[in-house]
């Protein structure tokens, strides 16, 4: 199976501030590198697919990167509805794996 | 707008089968190069992909829950299935369905889940 690695595995910031969590693949998957975003209680939603490629809908402040098997997501200007957790997820081969996931709580 | 729903039992005993349907709504099942899949996630933990099925019939599944699962699909109600059986506390999860669309195959659609809880 392909191992996700996401981190950190929480981070506190503030309203405002710039966020960057990084999600690395335990072998090459291309850009089949997808971004989700979960709520307490609720199911994830998809943020970023094809490593970069925004989901309609999905505020222009989220993007995302990829360096070999190195993966980004970025929130440029942190929104209080942003608080959530965070979830990578390979799309190149199954099974399907997730990474660990990232709380981002308010600092 | 594709809708997805689970229904099934919430309470199921150990050694048994959870059995959960995914309903499709707002499109038909059979259309486009879609997989219908499941994953679970145990409270406070992260996520865990069980499997798909494609419209013909097709299966994938976790090589970790591979002996205890069949997905199945049912175009003619629009709907798609997880049987696991053999169940154990270590099976309480929400449970959601999904669909994996083409290319790139994100999970873009997923129904709300519902929690499955093993426990005699």
């Known amino acids: 199976d392909i191992q996700m690695t996401q981190s950190p595995s929480s981070l506190s910031a503030s309203v405002g501030d710039r966020v960057t969590i990084t999600c690395r693949a335990s072998?090459?998957?291309?850009?089949?590198l997808n971004w989700y975003q979960q709520k307490p209680g609720k199911a994830p939603r998809l943020l970023i697919y094809?490593?970069?490629t925004l989901q309609s809908g999905v505020p222009s402040r989220f993007s995302g990167s990829a360096s070999g098997t190195d993966f980004t997501l970025t929130i440029s200007s942190l929104q209080p509805e942003d608080f959530a957790t965070y979830y990578c997820?390979?799309?190149?081969?199954?099974?399907?794996?997730f990474g660990q996931g990232t709380k981002v709580e308010i600092k | 707008q594709v809708q997805l729903q689970e229904s099934g039992p919430g309470l199921v005993k150990p050694s048994q089968t959870l059995s959960l349907t995914c309903t499709v709504s707002g499109g038909s099942i059979s259309s486009g190069s879609y997989y219908w899949s499941w994953i679970r996630q145990p409270a406070g933990k992260g996520l865990e992909w069980i499997g798909r099925?494609?419209?013909?019939?097709?299966?994938n599944y976790n090589p970790s829950l591979k002996s205890r699962i069949t997905i199945s699909v049912d175009t003619s109600k629009n709907q798609f299935s997880l049987n696991l059986s053999s169940v154990t506390a270590a099976d309480t999860a929400v449970y959601y369905c999904?669909?994996?669309?083409?290319?790139?195959?994100?999970?873009?659609?997923w129904g709300q889940g519902t929690l499955v809880t093993v426990s005699s």
């Open positions: 072998q090459s998957i291309s850009t089949y």
């Open positions: 099925v494609f419209t013909n019939g097709i299966t």
């Open positions: 997820q390979q799309s190149y081969t199954t099974p399907r794996t």
């Open positions: 999904a669909r994996e669309s083409p290319g790139s195959r994100p999970l873009d659609y």
């Open positions: 094809a490593a970069s």
